[in-house]
Protein backbone atom coordinates (compact mmCIF):
# COMPACT_ATOMS: atom_id res chain seq x y z
CA UNK A 1 0.00 0.00 0.00
CA UNK A 2 1.42 3.02 -1.14
CA UNK A 3 1.85 6.03 1.63
CA UNK A 4 1.34 9.66 2.37
CA UNK A 5 3.16 11.15 -0.41
CA UNK A 6 3.73 15.01 -0.04
CA UNK A 7 5.66 17.11 -2.40
CA UNK A 8 8.84 19.25 -2.72
CA UNK A 9 10.42 17.81 0.20
CA UNK A 10 12.19 20.87 0.44
CA UNK A 11 11.61 24.31 -0.62
CA UNK A 12 14.06 27.23 0.16
CA UNK A 13 12.29 30.78 0.01
CA UNK A 14 13.26 34.35 0.73
CA UNK A 15 10.00 35.86 3.58
CA UNK A 16 7.44 37.74 2.24
CA UNK A 17 7.66 35.15 -0.65
CA UNK A 18 4.83 32.78 -1.49
CA UNK A 19 5.05 28.66 -1.22
CA UNK A 20 2.62 25.94 -1.15
CA UNK A 21 2.78 22.50 -0.90
CA UNK A 22 0.64 19.08 -1.72
CA UNK A 23 -0.42 16.08 0.04
CA UNK A 24 -1.74 12.94 -1.54
CA UNK A 25 -3.03 11.09 1.42
CA UNK A 26 -3.17 6.89 1.49
CA UNK A 27 -6.43 5.75 -0.90
CA UNK A 28 -9.85 5.99 0.30
CA UNK A 29 -8.53 7.79 3.54
CA UNK A 30 -11.06 10.62 4.45
CA UNK A 31 -9.44 12.27 7.00
CA UNK A 32 -6.29 14.37 6.07
CA UNK A 33 -4.01 16.69 8.48
CA UNK A 34 -1.62 19.27 7.77
CA UNK A 35 0.48 19.96 10.76
CA UNK A 36 3.73 22.12 11.47
CA UNK A 37 6.69 21.21 13.28
CA UNK A 38 9.21 23.55 14.19
CA UNK A 39 13.32 22.13 14.73
CA UNK A 40 13.09 20.15 18.23
CA UNK A 41 9.27 20.51 18.91
CA UNK A 42 6.53 18.27 18.26
CA UNK A 43 3.68 18.32 15.60
CA UNK A 44 1.02 21.19 15.58
CA UNK A 45 -2.02 21.00 14.12
CA UNK A 46 -2.88 23.74 11.62
CA UNK A 47 -6.20 22.14 9.75
CA UNK A 48 -7.97 18.69 10.09
CA UNK A 49 -10.33 17.36 7.10
CA UNK A 50 -12.96 15.51 6.82
CA UNK A 51 -13.33 14.62 3.16
CA UNK A 52 -13.49 18.01 1.82
CA UNK A 53 -14.48 19.54 4.55
CA UNK A 54 -12.85 21.42 7.57
CA UNK A 55 -12.81 20.11 10.94
CA UNK A 56 -10.59 22.19 12.97
CA UNK A 57 -8.66 25.01 11.74
CA UNK A 58 -8.06 27.04 15.20
CA UNK A 59 -4.49 27.14 15.40
CA UNK A 60 -4.01 27.61 11.18
CA UNK A 61 -2.85 31.55 11.36
CA UNK A 62 -5.14 32.17 8.56
CA UNK A 63 -3.91 35.73 7.85
CA UNK A 64 -1.08 34.08 5.98
CA UNK A 65 -1.83 30.42 5.40
CA UNK A 66 -4.69 28.64 3.96
CA UNK A 67 -5.38 24.82 2.62
CA UNK A 68 -8.14 23.00 0.75
CA UNK A 69 -9.04 19.76 0.07
CA UNK A 70 -11.54 20.34 -3.11
CA UNK A 71 -12.22 16.86 -4.30
CA UNK A 72 -11.81 15.40 -0.94
CA UNK A 73 -8.85 13.54 -1.80
CA UNK A 74 -5.45 15.53 -2.34
CA UNK A 75 -5.04 18.78 -0.31
CA UNK A 76 -2.76 22.13 -0.94
CA UNK A 77 -1.15 24.28 1.77
CA UNK A 78 -0.20 27.65 1.14
CA UNK A 79 1.81 30.40 2.87
CA UNK A 80 1.45 33.40 1.69
CA UNK A 81 3.47 36.06 2.78
CA UNK A 82 6.19 33.79 4.30
CA UNK A 83 7.67 34.99 7.51
CA UNK A 84 11.25 33.86 9.33
CA UNK A 85 9.31 31.73 11.97
CA UNK A 86 7.58 29.93 9.08
CA UNK A 87 10.15 27.88 8.74
CA UNK A 88 9.65 24.38 10.39
CA UNK A 89 8.61 20.93 8.41
CA UNK A 90 4.66 20.46 7.15
CA UNK A 91 3.89 17.41 7.62
CA UNK A 92 0.66 15.83 6.40
CA UNK A 93 -1.04 12.85 7.27
CA UNK A 94 -4.28 10.91 7.08
CA UNK A 95 -6.68 8.39 8.31
CA UNK A 96 -9.46 5.95 7.31
CA UNK A 97 -12.35 7.61 8.61
CA UNK A 98 -14.15 8.52 11.74
CA UNK A 99 -13.14 5.60 14.12
CA UNK A 100 -11.66 7.84 16.69
CA UNK A 101 -9.04 4.82 17.14
CA UNK A 102 -8.08 4.13 13.65
CA UNK A 103 -4.48 4.69 13.44
CA UNK A 104 -2.55 8.08 11.57
CA UNK A 105 -0.27 7.88 8.36
CA UNK A 106 2.36 10.87 8.31
CA UNK A 107 4.00 11.28 4.62
CA UNK A 108 7.79 12.31 4.77
CA UNK A 109 7.31 16.09 5.26
CA UNK A 110 8.07 19.10 3.51
CA UNK A 111 10.86 21.23 4.75
CA UNK A 112 10.48 25.24 4.30
CA UNK A 113 12.92 27.29 5.20
CA UNK A 114 12.16 31.11 4.72
CA UNK A 115 15.67 33.28 4.59
CA UNK B 1 15.32 32.56 18.62
CA UNK B 2 15.90 29.29 16.78
CA UNK B 3 17.34 27.70 19.62
CA UNK B 4 14.43 27.56 21.79
CA UNK B 5 13.07 23.93 21.51
CA UNK B 6 16.63 22.59 20.07
CA UNK B 7 17.86 20.73 23.12
CA UNK B 8 15.47 17.49 23.44
CA UNK B 9 15.43 14.91 26.67
CA UNK B 10 18.07 12.59 25.29
CA UNK B 11 18.39 9.33 26.23
CA UNK B 12 21.34 7.01 25.83
CA UNK B 13 21.53 3.47 26.31
CA UNK B 14 23.75 0.71 24.92
CA UNK B 15 22.43 -2.28 22.66
CA UNK B 16 20.33 -4.84 24.44
CA UNK B 17 19.74 -2.62 27.74
CA UNK B 18 15.93 -1.63 28.22
CA UNK B 19 14.63 1.90 27.68
CA UNK B 20 11.86 3.88 28.91
CA UNK B 21 10.67 7.10 28.21
CA UNK B 22 8.30 9.42 29.80
CA UNK B 23 5.80 11.60 28.89
CA UNK B 24 3.16 13.72 31.16
CA UNK B 25 0.32 14.94 29.50
CA UNK B 26 -1.93 17.80 30.25
CA UNK B 27 -5.30 17.37 29.92
CA UNK B 28 -7.38 15.05 31.94
CA UNK B 29 -10.08 14.72 29.88
CA UNK B 30 -7.56 12.90 27.20
CA UNK B 31 -8.73 9.25 26.89
CA UNK B 32 -6.46 7.85 24.08
CA UNK B 33 -2.73 8.39 24.07
CA UNK B 34 0.03 7.18 21.11
CA UNK B 35 3.63 6.83 20.97
CA UNK B 36 5.55 7.90 18.29
CA UNK B 37 8.65 7.33 16.79
CA UNK B 38 10.29 9.63 14.38
CA UNK B 39 13.70 8.96 12.62
CA UNK B 40 15.66 11.82 10.72
CA UNK B 41 13.54 13.20 7.56
CA UNK B 42 10.51 11.38 7.72
CA UNK B 43 7.39 11.90 9.58
CA UNK B 44 6.09 10.23 12.64
CA UNK B 45 5.77 6.30 12.76
CA UNK B 46 2.68 4.87 14.98
CA UNK B 47 4.15 2.29 17.69
CA UNK B 48 1.52 1.48 19.93
CA UNK B 49 -1.54 3.30 21.49
CA UNK B 50 -3.75 2.90 25.05
CA UNK B 51 -7.19 3.79 25.89
CA UNK B 52 -7.90 5.17 28.87
CA UNK B 53 -9.58 2.14 30.24
CA UNK B 54 -6.18 -0.05 30.84
CA UNK B 55 -2.69 0.83 32.59
CA UNK B 56 -0.90 -1.33 30.38
CA UNK B 57 -0.47 -2.51 27.13
CA UNK B 58 2.06 -4.69 24.93
CA UNK B 59 3.31 -4.98 21.75
CA UNK B 60 6.54 -6.46 19.88
CA UNK B 61 9.25 -5.49 22.37
CA UNK B 62 7.43 -2.52 23.45
CA UNK B 63 4.95 -1.38 26.46
CA UNK B 64 2.68 1.70 27.37
CA UNK B 65 1.87 2.36 31.08
CA UNK B 66 -0.71 4.67 31.54
CA UNK B 67 -1.03 6.42 35.19
CA UNK B 68 -3.99 8.59 35.06
CA UNK B 69 -3.52 9.67 38.54
CA UNK B 70 -0.39 11.66 37.57
CA UNK B 71 -1.45 11.81 33.90
CA UNK B 72 1.92 9.90 33.10
CA UNK B 73 2.45 8.06 30.08
CA UNK B 74 5.96 5.64 29.70
CA UNK B 75 7.52 3.54 26.89
CA UNK B 76 9.37 0.43 27.33
CA UNK B 77 11.35 -0.73 25.10
CA UNK B 78 12.88 -3.94 25.48
CA UNK B 79 16.59 -5.22 24.45
CA UNK B 80 17.29 -1.90 22.86
CA UNK B 81 18.25 -2.51 19.25
CA UNK B 82 20.34 0.73 17.20
CA UNK B 83 17.52 0.87 15.11
CA UNK B 84 15.71 1.81 17.85
CA UNK B 85 17.62 5.27 17.38
CA UNK B 86 14.84 8.38 16.95
CA UNK B 87 12.64 10.65 18.67
CA UNK B 88 9.70 9.66 20.17
CA UNK B 89 6.95 12.02 20.93
CA UNK B 90 3.68 10.99 22.94
CA UNK B 91 0.37 12.04 22.15
CA UNK B 92 -2.75 12.65 23.77
CA UNK B 93 -6.16 13.04 22.58
CA UNK B 94 -10.18 13.69 23.64
CA UNK B 95 -11.97 11.28 21.65
CA UNK B 96 -15.57 12.29 22.54
CA UNK B 97 -17.63 13.14 19.59
CA UNK B 98 -15.69 11.02 17.18
CA UNK B 99 -12.66 13.57 17.05
CA UNK B 100 -9.11 13.12 16.51
CA UNK B 101 -6.90 16.08 17.02
CA UNK B 102 -3.90 14.83 19.13
CA UNK B 103 -1.75 16.76 20.70
CA UNK B 104 1.90 16.40 20.71
CA UNK B 105 4.40 16.31 23.71
CA UNK B 106 8.19 17.67 22.69
CA UNK B 107 9.75 14.46 22.34
CA UNK B 108 12.44 12.81 24.05
CA UNK B 109 15.76 11.39 21.35
CA UNK B 110 16.74 7.92 22.27
CA UNK B 111 20.28 6.98 21.26
CA UNK B 112 21.27 3.46 21.52
CA UNK B 113 25.44 3.07 21.25
CA UNK B 114 26.05 -0.41 19.65
Known amino acids: EAGVAQSPRYKIIEKRQSVAFWCNPI?????LYWYQQILGQGPKLLIQ????????DSQLPKDRFSAERLKGVDSTLKIQPAKLEDSAVYLC?????????????FGPGTRLTVL | GESVGLHLPTLSVQEGDNSIINCAYS??????FIWYKQESGKGPQFIID?????DKRQGQRVTVLLNKTVKHLSLQIAATQPGDSAVYFC?????????????FGRGTSLIVHP
Open chain 1, 93 to 105: ASRPGSNSYNEQF
Open chain 1, 27 to 31: SGHAT
Open chain 1, 49 to 56: FQNNGVVD
Open chain 2, 27 to 32: NSASDY
Open chain 2, 50 to 54: IRSNM
Open chain 2, 91 to 103: AETVTSGGSYIPT
